[in-house]
């Protein structure tokens, strides 16, 4: 089975590529480096300096023998995408050169991931939106020129849903209107340009699955956190990109750091902002389930994917608890939100799809966060206190 990986080279990209290479598949990744460059440009910094993908395939190989094969190409440019499909493609590293076929599934994480990134001012929005639709689109009309029967996993996130006042449904909302019924998408509200960005993707691919019958499953995430994997533990240097700072840390990550540098943990606003999280290597878990037990022909099949749901003030405090357990004198401070959101509101969604199809939760609580202070602990010295809050403002 030949798996091909767009945005290989993020945070979810990499162990993702290397959790299938790991288990027998064919692994090809494809990536413009996006990330890597914008954390330069925005001088945001990271915990720990990474190898390029070339380099981290390399290490991988001589590490066991599997190949991933890379592709450094801007799929923006529907002619990289189709590349991809026509068997045109360069590999900028691969052991075999000759065309791996086309993928029976494709994992599409190639998209500007970052809530305060989309909203740094119109030009930042413009690149999330041009990036994230238009990679897309042409994945979109790639399959449905060269390759009808491959299954898309797609990356979507929870926050397309917003923090409605009803429970949120995996996907799908049955309406009963002047005594008719239909089933609809649920209704989507989202909080950023990054989150509408995602809502805008999804309503491409439902388009696709209408008219061509493309086969679609949406994993509809929730923060991640973590960045130990197994495949990751047999070298550092194969250890995935953490970030720490406003723009691409998300809160767990953050706070864990902060506790470490003796920063406040910032809690945005009154701290009842309630979200669905999970583990990284349950991400893992559930796109290869999802892989394993793909959507059929002409089904969008959407999955709310978190394993369960804290406040901002929940993760806070337990980071407090654990830090001070590790002898940190953690302080939390509750800072004027730089974002526009709900900080108390209603909070019900399903989750139960991706456990059904068998995932084993990973549940965040002090012992599991205690693991990932000892991993951030190695790199206290690199540590820099003046990414951790910018205050993007929405
Ligand atoms: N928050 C704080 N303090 C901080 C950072 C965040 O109070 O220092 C709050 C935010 O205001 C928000 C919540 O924590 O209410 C989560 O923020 P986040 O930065 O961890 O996550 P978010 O911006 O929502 O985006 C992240 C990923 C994105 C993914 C999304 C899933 O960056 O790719 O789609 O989580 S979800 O949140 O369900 O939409």
Known sequence: MHVLILGGDGYLGWPTAMYFSKRGYEVTVVDNYFRRNSCTELDVGMLYPIPSLVERAKIWHELTGQEIKVVIGDLTDAEVMRSLFDGTVEYSWAIHKKFSGIPETIVHYAEQPSAPYSLISYKH?????????LVTNNLMFAVRDFARDCHIIKLGTMGEYGTPNIDIEEGWLEIEHKGRKDTFLYPRQAGSIYHTSKIMDTDLMWFGVRMWDLRVTDLLQGPVYGMVTEEASIDDRLKTIFNYDEIFGTIVN????QAIADYPLTV??????????LNINDTLQCV???EKNPAKNGELRIYNQIMETFSVNELAEMTQCVGR?????????????PRNEAEEHYYNPTYQGLLDLGVKPHYLDNDSMKKMFKVVEQYKQNIRRDVIFKGVKW
């Open 125 to 133: 929005a413009n690149i999330t939106i041009t990036n994230n639709l």
């Open 254 to 257: 953050r706070f864990i750091v």
């Open 268 to 277: 945005y606003g009154k701290g009842g902002q309630t979200r669905g999280y």
């Open 288 to 290: 290869h389930l999802s």
């Open 325 to 337: 357990e590790m002898g940190y004198d953690v302080q939390i401070k509750k800072i004027e939100n």
